[in-house]
């Protein structure tokens, strides 16, 4: 069982469609990243939220930290080919320095 | 700069052979992992290092080895190769351990197939 759920597993939309990928655990975070990874390529850093109740936007990518900081979200508004990828969330716990990951999201957008 | 690279891109093994799996950063960073990555599992923790000549296990150690000689370089050892290995291999380098809001610099990874 993964520490951090991701849904869904797969999202295929038309370009100019909006998208929310979820990322869920029964765990508590200190922080949690957002990371997006293109097919044979390592993942990339796209945001580090660290406080529970944070919203952070990245041009058309708005992303979320629960208040209770067990959960987080990405919402990507008008998506274009180009967001094509894997998403995969990341969790990091203070209390034994781990740093854990999602399964990700698949994500595809259509032209 | 380069980042993180690594090498081969792909190899396939029988299974009981041996490989080093290459990765080398040029931004000076003392930390460095390595990751594997299978299909809905998420990224799994081999091994890391806080700098050169120490190293510790992660999450998934048994049928790895590292090394860490430099700074640049931490390459991963397998030994009698099993089909269990099967997987996509990442290094990453960061330049503090890992915090809240540490970045890792992923490298383009290594397929590698065990039959």
């Known amino acids: 069982t993964q520490l951090l759920e991701q849904s869904p597993q797969f999202l295929s939309i038309q370009e100019g469609e909006n998208l929310t990928v979820y990322c869920n655990s029964s765990?508590?975070?200190?922080?949690l990243q957002w990371y997006r990874q293109e097919p044979g390529e390592g993942p990339v850093l796209l945001v580090t939220v660290v406080t529970g109740g944070e919203v952070k936007k990245l041009k058309r990518l708005t992303f979320q930290f629960g208040d209770a900081r067990k959960d987080s979200s990405l919402h990507i508004t008008a998506a274009q080919p180009g967001d094509t990828g894997l998403y995969l969330c990341?969790?990091?716990?203070?209390?034994?320095?781990?740093?854990?990951f999602g399964a990700g999201t698949t994500v595809t957008v259509r032209a | 700069n380069a980042g993180v690279t690594q090498t081969p891109k792909f190899r396939i093994l029988k299974i009981g052979q041996s490989m080093t799996l290459q990765c080398t950063q040029d931004m000076n960073h003392n930390y460095m992992y390595w990751y594997r990555q299978d299909p809905g599992m998420g990224l799994k923790l081999i091994y890391y290092s806080v700098g050169a000549g120490i190293t510790d296990k992660g999450e998934v150690p048994n049928g790895y080895n590292v090394s860490r000689s430099t700074t640049e370089d931490f390459p991963l050892r397998l030994e009698l190769a099993a089909p269990s290995q099967t997987s996509v291999y990442f290094c990453?380098?960061?330049?503090?351990?890992?915090?809240?809001?540490?970045?890792?610099?992923f490298g383009p990874g290594t397929r590698l197939t065990v039959l």
């Open positions: 990341a969790g990091f716990r203070s209390n034994d320095y781990k740093l854990s």
């Open positions: 990453a380098s960061s330049y503090s351990g890992l915090a809240g809001d540490v970045e890792q610099f």
């Open positions: 765990s508590v975070f200190s922080s």
